[in-house]
């Protein structure tokens, strides 16, 4: 059964707590700025994310306070001095990243009172993180307020002047996923860890389309054992084998008399391993049975 639920019928904090569990995992924007007297801020804000790269623009929202509907100091520096660093997080400093969201009073240095690294940026006024893998030095391009309304956002949209990337980092020249080890931010006090074991590759047609799902056979789709990903594989290839071609496949495994449920089962073990072009001549092969 689903739960229909009217915006304007639930709580702010209800509504907050049910759209930040499921538009999930979000990154975190771990921004550093300065007000106008050059009182240090740092804060993390996980509505936030790249939205361009020619020119490089990056979007997060420092929302309004659910209680008491007061404005996140970050908002207030960007507004007197329109400059911040977008800091990077991973798993190394979450711990720390978490302690300066603490609601500390205006003018209290979250670098300080976290522990980090304040090292002094190129182009912009605020410091960067020391610890943090990646750091952009940002200009603000504009600031929109959405309402002014408890937890209502404040799209802060800046461009990208600067970057700062530990070289620990890169493995030949290319910025590592798993090296870099990073966080994300899911519903309540929860996180995720971006690390080996849950990463996954999903091969992607930039330069050609994939046949789609609904050019497989009806025995294919209406598959008891297939699931939807194991057929959003299979709609990915470019085209399918030949008769001749699953002929050879068949006769080369020995599969010659086995029934169509095994040749099923057999085929979602290969698109789990990747083999997606053999996976399909057994499936094909069991639509001539």
């Not at 509504?15 to 300065?34: G, M």
């Not at 520096?77 to 660093?85: A, F, K, L, Q, S």
Request: glycine share 6%; aromatic share 6%.
């Amino acid at each position: 059964m689903i739960k229909t639920i009217d915006p304007s019928q639930v709580s702010q904090p209800e509504l907050h707590s049910i759209l930040l569990t499921a538009v999930a995992p979000r990154p975190i924007c771990f921004a550093s700025t300065v007000d106008k007297e050059g009182n240090v801020n740092l804060s993390p804000f996980s509505f936030f994310n790249v939205f361009s790269s020619n020119p490089p623009v990056m979007i997060f929202s420092p929302s309004r306070s659910g209680r008491d509907n007061s404005l996140k100091h970050t908002h207030e520096n960007i507004v007197e001095v329109p400059e911040v660093v977008i800091n990077i997080v991973n798993h190394d400093m979450v711990e720390q990243m978490s302690l300066s969201s603490t609601a500390y009073d205006k003018g209290v240095n979250e670098f300080v009172k976290a522990g980090f690294t304040q090292v002094p940026s190129e182009k912009v006024k605020p410091p960067r993180v020391g610890e943090a893998p990646v750091s952009f030095e940002c200009s603000v391009m504009e600031v929109i307020e959405l309402a002014q309304t408890p937890g209502a956002g404040n799209l802060i949209i800046v461009k990208v002047e600067l970057l700062h990337v530990d070289d620990a980092y890169f493995t030949d020249g290319i910025l590592d996923t798993e090296k870099l080890d990073l966080v994300g931010r899911m519903g309540g006090n929860w996180y995720i860890r971006a690390i080996k074991e849950s990463l996954f590759e999903v091969p992607k047609p930039l330069r050609s389309h994939g046949i789609g799902v609904d050019a497989l056979p009806k025995g294919i789709r209406e598959s008891k054992i297939l699931t939807g990903n194991n057929l959003g594989r299979l709609g990915n290839l470019e085209g399918v084998p030949s008769t001749k071609e699953i002929k050879a496949v068949i006769e080369k495994e020995g599969l010659q008399n086995a029934s169509k449920t095994e040749l099923h089962t057999l085929a979602q073990q290969l698109l789990e391993e990747g083999d997606t072009e053999k996976a399909m001549a057994y499936l094909l092969f069991a639509e001539s049975l």
